[in-house]
């Protein structure tokens, strides 16, 4: 199975603040990956698809970069609204996996 | 409006047996593979199983297979997970959701497995 190792598991951040998350995957998995948002209680929200593109509808402060092995999410000026846990999920090869989740949360 | 309903959770002692539903609306099932995933309280996701447009392909999680199965209803527009011998780790919400695109997403249902 592809392990995937996101870092940070959480970090503290201010409105405006550039910030980057990063999954490492166990062996290459090209650009089979997403990035995923998730609010309290609500299903996540596909932001980005095959590493680097932006889901139709996502603000543009969200990008994503990466192929192979390590990918990265950065959102180039955080938003209130961007407070949430965010997910890597690999689709290369069964079993699908999601990274550990990093928690962003307000400075 | 594209929208995913699932239902069939609820309290199931261990050993036990549930089946969740997932219906679709505003766009026609046949046409798209399917996914559930799980989150159990206060963890991570977890994709669960995958289904093809005509169930002749599934696809599971290492821990579920042999106790869940995925399948479909393409004239009734709907979505399956048959779960048997449930045990306490299985205690989650369990998502519906496109593979397509991802989107949409069900608004999930708790399976709570517990005596």
């Known amino acids: 199975d592809i392990q995937m190792t996101q870092s940070p598991s959480s970090l503290s951040a201010s409105v405006g603040d550039r910030v980057t998350i990063t999954c490492r995957a166990s062996?290459?998995?090209?650009?089979?990956l997403g990035w995923y948002q998730q609010k309290p209680g609500k299903a996540p929200k596909r932001l980005i698809y095959?590493?680097?593109s932006l889901q139709s509808g996502v603000p543009s402060r969200f990008s994503g970069s990466g192929s192979g092995t390590e990918f990265t999410l950065t959102i180039s000026s955080l938003q209130p609204e961007d407070f949430a846990t965010y997910y890597c999920?690999?689709?290369?090869?069964?079993?699908?996996?999601f990274g550990q989740g990093t928690k962003v949360e307000i400075k | 409006e594209v929208q995913l309903v699932e239902s069939g959770g609820g309290l199931v002692q261990p050993g036990g047996s549930l089946r969740l539903s997932c219906a679709a609306s505003?766009?026609?099932?046949?046409?798209?593979?399917m996914t559930w995933v799980r989150q159990a309280p206060g963890k991570g996701l977890e994709w669960v199983a995958n289904?093809?447009?005509?169930?002749?392909?599934?696809y599971y999680v290492d821990s579920v297979n042999g106790r869940f199965t995925i399948s479909r209803d393409n004239a009734k527009n709907s979505l399956y997970l048959q779960m048997n011998s449930l045990r306490a780790e299985d205690t989650a919400v369990y998502y519906c959701?496109?593979?397509?695109?991802?989107?949409?997403w069900g608004q999930g249902t708790l399976v709570t497995v517990s005596s």
């Open positions: 959701a496109r593979t397509n695109g991802f989107d949409p």
């Open positions: 505003g766009f026609t099932l046949r046409s798209f593979w």
């Open positions: 289904i093809n447009q005509d169930g002749s392909e599934k």
């Open positions: 062996q290459g998995i090209r650009d089979d």
């Open positions: 095959a590493a680097s």
């Open positions: 999920l690999q689709h290369n090869s069964y079993p699908w996996t």
